[in-house]
């Protein structure tokens, strides 16, 4: 939801939900984009609370596996007992690369309450294949059902996404995944890298509709995949339909690989910063573009978007110094 | 002048640093024993060479000694919950820098007047207790509605405790938010993040305020608390705002530790000991001008 500054109502998602369970999807995560307890000042205030996306997604789904988002840190324990208890069948934990270790209590929770635990370390464009290879194995060890190597920033290139799915792939006892970001355009590439290296879940999004260029295009996957002969159960014209018919009516602008979305990319920064940078720009009159390659610099991770008032302010402060300096040169 | 005789219970990172600052600072009170359970610590080995006393027996050395009057728990919840009932009746005051919470959230700039009487005392969260002092001074000025804090800590300085419960942290610190701070619903996010070199401890805060047109006396008033803030956690600094922002206030506030044993990026464990010690400085000042017999002067 993040492309839609998580604005999408209980309505919407059941809509959405409904049109992918009958294409033939597998899994359909809802709610905000920072996941459960994600709507905040920080991350943006959600349409609906989590338990109303649930209740409204739960409804039109009866084969069709709900799942819930989950970034140890902002989400708590009390979050997954809520998931649990409105029918969410699988759970998607989250943490920086180098941090699984913050997830251990969640992945044995989410088992206790009888969930499937898939975990995912993000931005893993940051680490060495060997620290991923590393954090993968901690949340094999903890008891995840899948790990998944997640490109947040859309910073991987194809070898690189294929190098680290095969290591991972190599170094644990459950299946590998790979959620792919399109800020180089290379969503799909990327994707395909990953299941040519070995990965046997992906994840993507109608109309690849996510933060900053957005995601995987489902309904490109369908076709493609269709044409490498891997079997998906999707149905490609419904998963078209559902993307052109109720998808794209619900977005507030197209996903496009935009100069913002590339940069985000190319500096290597969590895709959900770029809206929120394009309002700092806005606010500050400053080029988000600039916003953007700074947080890449500081090397952030995921969910500091309270850093991009930061640089946004120190830039904004240091231009009208400058200004200030070259007015008195005058 | 006398001073109170105190422990520290538990020679890790916070109990080390804990001890490094008393041996600078302490007014009212001194270091008189490190206690651990593991042999061959290397906290017990420093307590050593810096002249106190040591034991191996835990809990147990620091109850049989009655010059101890202090107590600093820099161990787990756990243990915390199952010494707490045996320091009060020993009639020690503990200063509790684990989450077990059996006393009160004590956030000196802002509710330690309220609670010096009291024989335990609870240091919240190190983003508790650099957050909850601006909602404070927020809510001061105009009442908060709803305040929101993210602490982004450096991964070198979240320590395996705070990694193993990380939902402890969030939720003691929202809890904080409301019933220290003042804010009427509170939430609290963590960061961690593994750069290098590591990031300062940073604090951001959010407070959604019924009277936004006071931005003027909240800077004041914001301003005013993080002075007293930095009277006992000098490391502390008010880094942006407080700016407005639709309905929102916003700062940040920055937490640089003092080095005097971890290093200058775990503000966050710097915070924590410095409040600690602050905290037991005040109570002790209470007891020693309180109780004649305490002063030395009979």
């Known amino acids: 939801m993040h492309a839609v500054s998580h604005r999408f109502t209980p309505d919407d998602m059941a809509v959405i939900a409904a049109a992918l369970a009958v294409a033939g999807l597998d899994t359909i995560e809802v709610g905000h984009g920072d996941g459960m307890g994600g709507s905040s000042y920080q991350y943006g205030f959600a349409a609906a609370t989590d338990v109303e996306y649930l209740r409204a997604v739960k409804s039109v789904l009866t084969k069709t596996k709900l799942a819930v988002l989950l970034l140890p840190g902002i989400g708590t324990h009390r979050d997954l007992e809520k998931a649990a208890k409105y029918g969410a069948d699988t759970v998607r934990i989250a943490t920086h690369v180098t941090e699984a270790d913050i997830a251990a209590q969640h992945v ?15 931005m893993a464009h940051m680490a060495p294949t060997a620290k991923v290879v590393e954090q993968a194995r901690l949340f094999d060890s903890y008891g995840a059902d899948v790990v998944y190597v997640t490109d947040s920033a859309g910073a991987l290139l194809p070898h690189q996404v294929g190098e680290r799915i095969a290591a991972v792939k190599e170094a644990v006892s459950v299946p590998v995944g790979f959620h792919a970001h399109n800020n180089l355009g290379l969503a799909v590439g990327n994707t395909l890298a990953a299941v040519a290296a070995g990965a046997s879940s992906v994840d993507g999004c109608l109309c690849g509709l996510g933060a900053a260029a957005g995601n995987a295009q489902t ?10 002969g891997i079997h998906t159960g999707i149905d490609l014209y419904k998963v078209m339909d559902a993307a052109e018919d109720v998808v794209q009516p619900r977005m507030h602008r197209p996903q496009i690989v935009g100069k913002l979305g590339l940069t985000t990319g190319w500096a290597g920064v969590y895709g959900s910063f770029m809206l929120h940078a394009t309002r700092a720009g806005d606010k500050y009159g400053i080029d988000p573009r600039d916003i953007l390659v700074e947080l890449g610099r500081l090397k952030t991770v995921g969910g500091q978007e309270d850093l991009i008032i930061d640089v946004a302010s120190r830039f904004a402060r240091e231009a009208g110094d400058s200004g200030k300096h070259l007015l008195q040169r005058i | 002048m006398r001073k109170l005789k105190s422990a520290i219970l538990g020679p890790g990172n916070i109990g080390m640093d804990l001890m490094y600052k008393i041996m600078s600072r302490g007014k009212n009170i001194e270091l008189k024993l490190v206690s651990g359970i593991v042999a061959g610590s290397r906290g017990l ?12 027996d835990g809990v147990e050395s620091i109850l049989a000694d009655p010059e101890i ?16 009932p045996r320091y009060e009746e020993a009639g020690k005051v503990a200063i509790d820098l684990t989450p077990a919470a059996v006393g009160p959230y004590v956030v000196p700039a802002v509710n330690l007047e309220q609670h010096v009487g009291g024989v335990n005392f609870n240091m919240v969260t190190c983003g508790g207790q650099a957050t909850v002092p601006v909602v404070a001074a927020v809510n001061a000025v105009t009442p908060v509605e709803y305040a929101e804090i993210v602490a982004t800590l450096s991964s070198k300085s979240a320590g395996p405790g705070t990694r193993a419960n990380i939902d402890e942290f969030t939720e003691t610190t929202a809890d904080a938010v409301v019933s220290v701070g003042g804010a009427k619903k509170g939430k609290a996010v963590i960061i961690l993040n593994p750069a290098e070199p590591p990031l300062l401890m940073r604090n951001t805060v959010y407070c959604k305020v019924q009277n936004p047109e006071r931005i003027a006396r909240i800077s004041a008033q914001v301003g005013l608390m993080v002075e007293k803030v930095k009277q006992y956690v000098p490391g502390y600094r008010l880094r942006l705002g407080p700016e407005l922002d639709g309905d929102r206030v916003i700062m940040m506030v920055e937490v640089e530790g003092e080095g005097s044993y971890l290093p200058k ?19 002790a000042a209470r007891i020693l001008h309180s109780c004649p017999q305490n002063r030395g002067e009979w």
């Open chain 1, 108 to 122: 044995q929770i989410a088992k206790s309450l009888g969930m499937e635990a898939i975990c995912f370390l993000m």
């Open chain 1, 219 to 228: 309904e490109i996957l369908a076709a493609v995949f269709d044409r490498m």
């Open chain 2, 45 to 56: 080995a420093l307590a050593r060479e810096n002249g106190f006393e040591t034991s191996l």
């Open chain 2, 69 to 84: 009057r202090v107590v600093f728990e820099c161990t787990s919840a756990k243990a915390h919950l199952a010494n707490a």
């Open chain 2, 265 to 283: 990026y775990s503000g966050n464990l710097d915070i924590i000991t410095a409040t600690a010690l602050a905290t037991a400085e005040e109570v």
